[in-house]
């Protein structure tokens, strides 16, 4: 069955017309904002607490970035989008505070950003330690997360914001990462609405992509296969899987379907024909954190500009294979990178 697919791999040309068009593209994220926070431990400076019998972890560094649906935004904005919008929903606490500012500082518009009491900013503190040799350790996290549903009146609030970020922008790029977030039922049946009247939508969904319907959804490979088998996965995860898979949630969404593969590249369904955009070799070492936003960002942001699927799958390609080499935090993928990485790469069509 593998030769069912078509191989996109775009030119220099291609590329830098594609960052030109990028920047007269409005878009919108919707979903799970997210702070991510990182405590660099110089265990060289530790010394056995007095009070307890252990040792401490001596912070030397705090850094702060936008994660989750938060990280697409910046990523959206770093690739030269004219307009980002973020509609998500935070708590009034001291996290909500560094992460609007974080987003501020990236010329994210926060006008469709919630606040309410009776949530949790969602947070990831991941203590960082490091002794006498260069290998970083990365300890248990700590989160804030939200552990109950959304009430009525925040779904209520939540679809207010979204109906009139739809009027606003070219493309939705949707991250619903937490199971208890921002895209409830009834947040989804809104999507649903907006893609029908003809709004471009892209869904990233950890744990729910099996209930979105005509929107272009962009699971991974685990999260695919999850949906496609019911949890039964297959041992061997060959390319004739892969395409069964893809027709499977084709069937259920009825709306295209991207399946990233990793280092394998990203492959493209809609209904009829199958592209594959081959992963790039990128040297080790290398750190996927974030490497989903940054695909669903660029992927928002060059199909809102008109860009056709596989072609977008191809780009968002290159943005990710810049991402996973900026190891140990969450980070961008600019249009000065990628151009310099076109320049370094061999094989490339011109």
């Not at 830098?16 to 400076?45: H, N, Q």
Request: contains cysteine.
């Amino acid at each position: 069955m593998e030769d069912k697919i078509c191989k996109v791999r775009l030119s220099k040309e291609k590329i830098t017309s594609i960052l030109e068009k990028i920047r007269a593209v409005r878009v919108g994220v919707v979903g799970d904002g997210c702070l991510d926070i990182y405590w660099d431990a110089d265990m060289r400076l530790s010394e056995l607490s007095r009070e307890t019998p252990h040792y401490p972890l001596p912070v030397v560094r705090e850094r702060m970035y936008p994660g989750g649906g938060s990280n697409v935004a910046v990523n959206a904005k770093s690739l030269g989008a004219a307009s980002v919008y973020m509609l998500t929903l935070l708590g009034n606490d001291w996290r909500r505070d560094c992460l609007i500012s974080k987003l501020e500082e990236y010329g994210i518009d926060n006008k469709y950003i919630l606040s309410d009491n009776n949530w949790i900013s969602p947070t990831y503190c991941k203590p960082m330690r490091k002794g006498y040799s260069d290998v970083v350790y990365e300890d248990p996290r700590i989160d804030f997360e939200n552990r109950a549903p959304l009430a009525a009146e925040q779904e209520t609030n939540i679809i207010d914001k979204l109906n009139e970020l739809s009027e606003n922008v070219d493309v939705i790029a949707v991250c619903d990462q937490f199971k208890y977030g921002v895209i409830s039922g009834r947040v989804r049946d809104e999507l649903k609405k907006r893609a029908l009247k003809g709004k471009k939508i892209i869904v990233d969904s950890r744990s729910k992509i099996g209930l979105f319907n005509n929107v272009i959804i962009k699971p991974n490979e685990l999260e695919a296969m999850t949906v496609a088998y019911d949890g039964n996965i297959p041992e061997d995860l060959n390319f004739q899987v892969i395409i069964k898979v893809a027709v499977r949630l084709y069937k259920n969404n009825r709306s295209p379907v991207i399946i990233t593969l990793g280092d394998k590249g990203a492959l493209w369904h809609d209904g009829e024909s199958f592209y594959l955009a081959e992963g790039i070799p990128v040297e080790p070492p290398v750190d996927t954190v974030g490497a989903g936003d940054t695909f669903l960002a660029a992927f928002s942001c060059a199909y809102g500009a008109g860009i056709e699927g596989p072609e977008a799958i191809a780009f968002a390609n290159l943005a990710s294979s810049i991402i996973i080499k900026k190891v140990g935090m969450t980070g961008t993928a600019t249009p000065e990178e990628i151009v310099y990485k076109l320049e370094n790469m061999p094989g490339m069509p011109g």
